[in-house]
């Protein structure tokens, strides 16, 4: 989430594209359990 990563609108897009792109790759595991503050 944008809150938690604390980065603005157009670098949170960029940040998601990657990450979802880095787990087509297999770099970044796609868990379920997601780590809650």
């Excluded at 897009?13 to 359990?33: D, H, S």
Aim: charged content about 35%; some cysteine; hydrophobic content about 40%.
């Amino acid at each position: 989430p944008r809150r938690r990563t604390g980065v603005c609108a157009k670098h949170q897009r960029r940040l998601a594209t990657t990450i979802k792109r880095a787990r087509m790759l297999a770099i970044i595991p796609i868990t379920e359990k997601l780590v809650r503050r």
